[in-house]
């Protein structure tokens, strides 16, 4: 069976070994200090009784092209206007993403950020917050425990938040053996990529109350929202299900607010 995660993550290591060919590690560190993050996620999603991180994704792996009526940068506007709490900004190729798109939608929201790829090495970390990302996604599949243990505190020097990815039990136990304050139960396996929200409802009672849990993946309608957000998480990550929405606004507005999502599945 075809492993999609494994193929990026080799293709990551190139990457990321051109990228500090390009730019040398102790030079991209230089640049890091001109700007300084101050956790703006967990300032807004603490402040907020419900969340959603409006993702600006224009392909999937495993699906192919999934938006061509909007650009990332049109797609970043919209949320912004319509409720979003954050919006995740995919630099990885397999996405169709790019560094440069993080710093356009950078100069034009104010929202916080969150860098979609697949860290594997604190390289990526400190070149996130030189792009403008206010966090950073730690997945735990493809970490050690003591890497994801290390990273979570870089971001964190750096003023960044993490938000740790899970996808069963095991990693579930890496990622609650870190601090982590935010903990994103990915519907979607990753070997696979094929979905389902039951698997957020069933890792979630596994997760301490100090933690934030967001769903990820899978969540096509409000009434998936809604059965994430009374089953305790305090929000969700969209991407494909907005992005194939007839009208993305309005499914953004629905997604964004807790007293909306009850109303109308009543």
């Not at 998936?224 to 194939?244: K, N, P, S, T």
């Amino acid at each position: 069976m075809r492993d999609i995660l494994a193929e990026i993550v080799e293709k990551k290591r190139d990457l990321v070994a051109e990228a500090k060919r390009r730019l040398p590690f102790a030079e991209l560190k230089e640049r890091a200090k001109e700007r300084s993050g101050g956790f703006s996620m967990a300032k807004r999603f603490h402040a907020c009784d419900w969340n959603l991180i409006a993702e600006c994704k224009l392909q999937s792996p495993a699906k192919g092209r999934l938006c061509c009526t909007h650009s990332v940068e049109e797609l970043a506007r919209i949320y912004a206007a319509n409720g979003a709490s954050m919006l995740s900004v995919h630099t990885d190729p397999h996405f169709l993403g790019a560094n440069e798109d993080l710093v356009r939608v950078r100069s034009l929201v104010d929202l916080p950020l969150l860098r979609k790829d697949f860290i594997i090495d604190e390289y990526q970390i400190v070149e996130a917050q030189t792009l403008g990302a206010d966090a950073v996604l730690l997945i735990a599949r493809i970490l050690s425990p003591a890497q994801l243990q290390e990273y979570v505190f870089r971001a964190w020097e750096m003023g960044l938040d993490a938000l740790v990815e899970v996808h069963d039990e095991a990693d579930m136990e890496a990622a609650l053996a870190t601090p982590a304050e935010f903990i994103g139960i990915n519907n979607r396996n990753l070997q696979t990529f094929t979905t389902s929200i039951e698997n957020t409802l069933e890792l979630l009672p596994l997760v301490d109350e100090k933690r934030m849990v967001i769903g990820e993946s899978g969540i096509f309608s409000v009434e998936d929202a809604r059965r994430l957000q009374e089953a305790g998480c305090g929000g969700i990550l969209v991407g494909e299900g907005l992005v194939r929405a007839d009208d993305v606004a309005e499914m953004t507005r629905r997604l964004t607010a807790p007293g909306a999502l009850a109303k109308e599945s009543a």
